[in-house]
């Protein structure tokens, strides 16, 4: 599995709950999580080989911004 850190702007469990179907269709995540009091607003994905673009593709079709800050 490999570990992308997204900076977002998921503020907030509201936010969090409108990106979750988005997330959750995407085949390959494993799991992932939001950590909303980051001042990034980090989100952590653990997938199987997913190009980091179509997380910030999905994320942005749901309204939000996103920009990959690590990967490993």
């Known amino acids: 599995m490999e ?3 997204f900076k977002t702007t998921i503020n907030c469990g509201g936010c969090v709950a409108t990106v979750t ?3 959750n269709q995407i085949k390959g995540i494993g799991k992932w999580d939001v950590d ?3 001042s990034l607003k980090v989100l952590t994905v653990e997938s199987s080989g997913l190009a980091p ?3 910030i593709e999905k994320l942005k079709e749901a309204g939000y911004k996103a920009e990959l800050i690590a990967s490993n």
């Open 3 to 5: 570990t992308l850190k």
């Open 21 to 23: 179907p988005h997330l």
């Open 36 to 38: 909303t009091s980051n």
């Open 53 to 55: 673009d179509m997380i």
